[in-house]
């Protein structure tokens, strides 16, 4: 079933569909101590749990089976992709530290047959916005929080949620290659996320950076 509007500060997308109930199940009946421990989020009895995304915090209360950002300053779109990851991030990630060594998707356990085909990252808006505007990147990725690193022709380091850092390296176009852009994870990534998550959250990623540029 289709979702309604349900406030003013984000609108619902022609995609955005409920998450399945036994997500929520899971997590109502997990312990909150422990998903805060793993996660990094915060909890408090009447709001629930509070989790960091991009430069963002949505407020989640399992017993009412919502999702509210915080801010007002993300873009006002809300999708079945961004439930499903910020759920799934709340019950599977583990106290893992990060080791600060990048790989990208393929070299994930698993990652180089799951990603390619339906399921190659979807980094084609990010190189139409930015393939020959390094500084517009830059700028922009900043506005979601990210930190410049110097990597590529520009690169973007995002913690997207507090044990998953992200970061969008962009390739300019020149006159051999198109521009292209290649994403790192950190190697605990898969101690976080199953890969069809992965996948979705480069989705809202690319999304967001894009349409906050506008």
Same mark, same amino acid.
């Given at each position: 079933?289709?979702?309604e509007?349900k =406030?003013?500060?984000?609108?619902?997308?022609g995609?955005a569909f409920?998450?399945?109930p036994?997500i929520?199940?899971e997590?109502?009946n !997990?312990n909150?101590?422990k998903?805060?421990?793993?996660?990094?989020?915060?909890?408090?009895?009447?709001? +629930?749990?509070?989790?960091?995304f991009l430069n963002?915090?949505?407020?989640?209360t399992?017993?009412e089976r919502n999702i $509210?950002?915080?801010?007002? #300053?993300?873009?006002? &779109?809300k =999708?079945?992709?961004?439930d499903l &990851?910020?759920?799934?991030?709340?019950l599977? @990630?583990q106290?893992? $530290?990060?080791k600060?060594?990048? &790989?990208?998707e393929k070299? &994930?356990?698993?990652g180089e047959?799951? *990603?390619r085909?339906?399921h190659?990252?979807?980094?084609?808006?990010i190189v !139409?916005?930015f +393939?020959?505007? !390094?500084?517009?990147? %830059? @700028?922009? +990725?900043?506005? %979601? +929080?990210g930190?410049a690193?110097d990597?590529?022709?520009a690169?973007v380091y *995002?913690?997207? #949620?507090?044990?998953?850092?992200?970061?969008?390296?962009?390739?300019?176009k020149?006159?051999e #290659?198109?521009?292209?852009? =290649?994403?790192?994870?950190?190697v $605990?990534i898969?101690g976080?996320?199953?890969?069809d998550c992965?996948w979705?959250?480069?989705?809202?990623l =690319?999304?967001w950076?894009?349409?906050i540029?506008?």
């Amino acid at each position: 079933m289709r979702k309604e509007e349900k =406030s003013g500060q984000r609108k619902w997308d022609g995609d955005a569909f409920e998450p399945h109930p036994f997500i929520w199940d899971e997590l109502e009946n !997990e312990n909150p101590g422990k998903i805060c421990n793993n996660s990094l989020a915060k909890y408090e009895h009447n709001k +629930g749990f509070l989790l960091q995304f991009l430069n963002q915090v949505f407020q989640i209360t399992p017993g009412e089976r919502n999702i $509210t950002p915080i801010y007002d #300053f993300i873009p006002a &779109i809300k =999708s079945y992709e961004l439930d499903l &990851i910020l759920l799934t991030y709340l019950l599977k @990630s583990q106290p893992i $530290t990060l080791k600060g060594e990048m &790989i990208n998707e393929k070299q &994930i356990v698993g990652g180089e047959t799951f *990603f390619r085909g339906p399921h190659r990252l979807n980094t084609a808006p990010i190189v !139409e916005k930015f +393939g020959e505007d !390094e500084q517009l990147f %830059l @700028s922009t +990725g900043r506005k %979601l +929080g990210g930190e410049a690193k110097d990597l590529g022709d520009a690169a973007v380091y *995002f913690r997207v #949620f507090p044990r998953v850092p992200v970061t969008l390296i962009l390739w300019k176009k020149d006159d051999e #290659f198109p521009a292209q852009v =290649s994403v790192n994870f950190d190697v $605990t990534i898969s101690g976080h996320l199953p890969m069809d998550c992965i996948w979705a959250m480069i989705n809202v990623l =690319s999304k967001w950076i894009v349409m906050i540029s506008l």
